[in-house]
Structure formats: structure tokens, C-alpha cells
């Protein structure tokens, strides 16, 4: 909004500069020619009284040219030349035809070099002319205020389009069309408006698709342990025997047991958006956030018989990085990563920490069997499940990563995943191994899985 205060006062500041300084233009250059006009009987006479003066000797200038004033009924006088303080471009022309035109503080005069006695001047005293044109008046500031309003409206047109834009997008978006963005412009008075709608449109569109997903994931696979569930009932009902009834009940606890879980997990997930206004910040090492991380994990990975390890930057362990995180679902994120990859890797997984281009990024890597090309851009989308032996029966609903990478948003980041690649070499033909002068390497067999975090490094600022 700013900017738009500050082009409102610019625009209507400049109007107002450029059309009276135009006007101011107009009217120097037509009141000259005004006067002259008043004036022009005056540059005459001047004319006949230095033709009648330069007639008479020198002795009697004075006396005739008092003579002359008292005829005419006319402030004449007579000076000489060197009297009279003028600029030298002004003094050349006093002996112009008609006179050099002045103007005191009281009132007009002309003056005139006398043509046979230049040394002297003769000066007319002129009467106080009243120029004023009320239709030229009203005609200027009809057009000032005229010009204002051009202006004003040349200026408010693109705001008005952009207000238009805004309004039909909003319209897209109320009749169902979340995809309806508002195209940006540079020159746009109300960008950060814009900018705030366009964030809040896929906001929108971000939500309704997870619930979506929510509602539809829920009604496929809840029919499973509903289905279960009636099939016991119905079982328990008709056995007599005491043992197989106990045995259908315990078999319905479990089921209603993973339904209990099913609905809690997709709940918190269905929940999070609140979540991420309500973040509890604090600055967080990240040295000993990892560190605490690692340690927490080593059990699970000696489960897994998996080399857990941490490995920081030198210049993050000599300038260690504090940023202004919410613990608990940062936290959270990473276990979801380090859940994955102890699962899935063979011999070890590494965590490690740098900085570059203003970033901190974090990446976890096993030596597992990685991730399927065709799948690694859909790994974040919520109940997504690559391995089909991970079964919901077991507690696993494809949430993990989807929530990683809703925390990592909420903190302005990005998470990516990518394959590691091991080189092998081609075959080459004998003379090529037996001079060893040809060595080629492809890239062809995957190893394990990398997920790469970064995070701006202005969340320094608490």
C-alpha cells in the first residue's frame, strides 16, 4: 500500500507541477505581446519627441523637452546616458526604434537614446495598464483542473484494471476453478494484494485437494475393517463354541484397533493446516538438533543392524547455525526421513548439514535400493505408498513424508528426493583393456536414496 500512496501524491503533484508550469509558459508568452499592443502609441511618441529634441542645439534640451511635458500632459524628462544603470546588453538597445520598455515598482516607462545626442536619454513615463482577461482566466483554470483530471484518470486506469482482474479471479475461484491465478505484473500498484491473493488461492487449492484425497483414501480403505468387522459379528453370532467366539472378538479389537489408528492418523494429518499458524518458534542449534537426533535413532538402526551417523560441514562446526524452528514438527520431520531410511537401508545411514547461496540444507542418505524414477515426484503426496509390503495393517498410511514436507513449508523450505548412482564400468574392446589407455563409466545402478532439505538461512531472525 505504500506504493500506492506514493504514486497517488507523485501523479497528482507532478500534474499540478507540469500543466501550471505550461500555463505559466502560455501566458509569459502572450503578455509581452499584450503590452506591446497597450503600449504602442507610447513607442510613437516616444519616436516624435527624439525627432523634436534632436532638432534643437544642446543648450536648450532641457528647457524644450520641459516645454514637451507641459504640452503633452506627459512625464517626460531628460538624463544623460551615464545616469542611467543598466545592463550592457539592455544599453544597446536604447537606441532602438520605439524605446527600451521598463517597469519600476510604481509603474512602466520607456526610454530613448537621443539619435543627434547620444550622450543623453530621454524617459517617458507611462501609465499603469489594466490586463486582465476574466474569459482567458476562467478558460486556464477550466484547463488546470482539466488536465488533473486526465491524469488522474490515466493513473487510476491500470489500477482499475488490476481491481477488475482481482474481482474476476476471486469469481473463478467462488464458481470452482482453484486453479485461477492473478497474472503479475512489475508495475502494479497493488502486488503485495496480488502476491497475498495468489498465496491464498493455492492455499485453497492445496486443502481441498488434500481433503479430497482424505475423504477418498478414508472411504476405500475403511470398507476393508468394516467388512472385517460385520464378518465377526456375524461369525461370533452363530458359533456356540466359546473359544472360536473370543477368538472372532479378538480378532474384531484388532481391527477396530487399526480403524482407531487409521482415523487418528488421517485426522492429525486432515488437521495440520491449523497447526502451521500456531508454531512454536525458537532459535534451534542445528548442530545439536542433529546431534540429538542422531543419538535418539541409534537404537532403532542397531535394530535394523544399520550404521546411523551425523556429519556436519567444517563451517558449520566452526560457525555453528542457530534458526528460528518449531522444535516439535521439525523434530518430526526428520524422524519421518530417518524412519524410512533405516528401514530401507542396507549397511548405513548419513545425516549431514552445510551452507550455500544463503541456504542450510540437511540431507538423510541410505545405501538402500532407492526409489523409483517414475515415483520420486509424487513420494510427498500425502498416502502415498511405494512398497506394497509396508501394509496399513502394520500401522503405515503413507502420511511420513507427506507431513515432512508440510513441516519443512511451514518454515519457507523445500525437500527433495533423488537417487544415488554408482558407476559401472562399460565393456570395451581388448586392445582398450589390454593398453588400459580407454576407461568409460556409465552410470546405471541406483544406491540408495538421498532427501535433501533447505532451509533460508534468514530464519536466524527470531
Known amino acids: 500500500?505504500?506504493?500506492l500512496y506514493i504514486s497517488i501524491i507523485l501523479t497528482v503533484i507532478g500534474s499540478l507541477f507540469i500543466i501550471t508550469w505550461g500555463l505559466d509558459k502560455i501566458v509569459a508568452k502572450q503578455e509581452p505581446i499584450q503590452a506591446q499592443s497597450e503600449y504602442a502609441i507610447y513607442h510613437q511618441l516616444i519616436e516624435g519627441f527624439d525627432r523634436q529634441l534632436s532638432?534643437?542645439?544642446?543648450?536648450?534640451?532641457?528647457?524644450?523637452?520641459?516645454?514637451?511635458?507641459?504640452?503633452?500632459q506627459i512625464g517626460l524628462q531628460l538624463d544623460k546616458s551615464k545616469n542611467i544603470a543598466l545592463p550592457a546588453e539592455l544599453n544597446t538597445q536604447l537606441s532602438q526604434k520605439g524605446g527600451l520598455l521598463l517597469a519600476s515598482e510604481t509603474q512602466p516607462y520607456l526610454l530613448k537614446q537621443l539619435t543627434s545626442y547620444p550622450a543623453y536619454v530621454i524617459q517617458l513615463s507611462l501609465p499603469i495598464m489594466e490586463i486582465e482577461d476574466h474569459k482567458i482566466n476562467m478558460i486556464l483554470t477550466a484547463t488546470l483542473y482539466l488536465g488533473v483530471c486526465i491524469i488522474l484518470l490515466a493513473w487510476l486506469f491500470p489500477l482499475t484494471r488490476r481491481l477488475y482482474l482481482l474481482t474476476n479471479m476471486a469469481t473463478q475461484i467462488g464458481t470452482g476453478?482453484?486453479?485461477?491465478?492473478?497474472?503479475?505484473?512489475?508495475?502494479?500498484?497493488?502486488?503485495?494484494?496480488?502476491?497475498?491473493?495468489?498465496?491464498?488461492?493455492?492455499?485453497?487449492?492445496?486443502?481441498?485437494?488434500?481433503?479430497?484425497?482424505?475423504?477418498?483414501?478414508?472411504?476405500?480403505?475403511?470398507?476393508?475393517?468394516?467388512?472385517?468387522?460385520?464378518?465377526?459379528?456375524?461369525?461370533?453370532?452363530?458359533?456356540?463354541?466359546?473359544?472360536?467366539?473370543?477368538q472372532y472378538l479378538n480378532r474384531m479389537e484388532a481391527e477396530l484397533t487399526r480403524m482407531e489408528d487409521m482415523t487418528t492418523a488421517f485426522l492429525e494429518y486432515a488437521g495440520m493446516e491449523r497447526q502451521g499458524f500456531r508454531l512454536k518458534r525458537q532459535l534451534v542449534n542445528i548442530n545439536d538438533f542433529l546431534n540429538t537426533i542422531n543419538s535418539d535413532f541409534q537404537s532403532l538402526a542397531e535394530q535394523h543392524d544399520v550404521k546411523l551417523t551425523y556429519q556436519a560441514s567444517a563451517e558449520c562446526i566452526k560457525q555453528p547455525t542457530s534458526l528460528s524452528l518449531d522444535f516439535h514438527w521439525c523434530y518430526r520431520a526428520i524422524q519421518n526421513l530417518l524412519g524410512n531410511a533405516v528401514q530401507y537401508a542396507q549397511n548405513k545411514v548419513t545425516i549431514t548439514s552445510y551452507q550455500k547461496n544463503n541456504y542450510l540444507y540437511i540431507t538423510v542418505e541410505d545405501d538402500g535400493k532407492g526409489i523409483p524414477e517414475e515415483s520420486i515426484e509424487s513420494i510427498f503426496d500425502p498416502f502415498v505408498k511405494l512398497d506394497v509390503d509396508r501394509s496399513r495393517e502394520l500401522g503405515h498410511f503413507g502420511l511420513g513424508l507427506a507431513i515432512t514436507a508440510k513441516v519443512i513449508h511451514w518454515h519457507n523450505g523445500s525437500i527433495r528426493a533423488k537417487n544415488n548412482i554408482r558407476d559401472k564400468p562399460n565393456s570395451s574392446s581388448s586392445n582398450q583393456l589390454k593398453n588400459k589407455t580407454i576407461k568409460t563409466l556409465q552410470p546405471t545402478v541406483t544406491s540408495g536414496a538421498c532427501f535433501i532439505i533447505s532451509l533460508p538461512l534468514s530464519l536466524q531472525e527470531k
Open 1 to 3: 500500500m505504500r506504493r
Open 55 to 72: 532638432s534643437q542645439p544642446l543648450d536648450n534640451l532641457t528647457l524644450f523637452s520641459l516645454q514637451l511635458s507641459q504640452t503633452y
Open 177 to 246: 476453478n482453484l486453479t485461477a491465478r492473478m497474472p503479475l505484473s512489475r508495475f502494479s500498484y497493488i502486488s503485495l494484494l496480488e502476491n497475498s491473493f495468489n498465496r491464498m488461492a493455492t492455499q485453497i487449492e492445496k486443502l481441498v485437494a488434500d481433503n479430497k484425497i482424505l475423504a477418498r483414501s478414508m472411504s476405500h480403505d475403511i470398507r476393508t475393517p468394516m467388512s472385517c468387522l460385520r464378518f465377526g459379528v456375524e461369525a461370533a453370532l452363530d458359533t456356540e463354541n466359546i473359544d472360536k467366539k473370543n
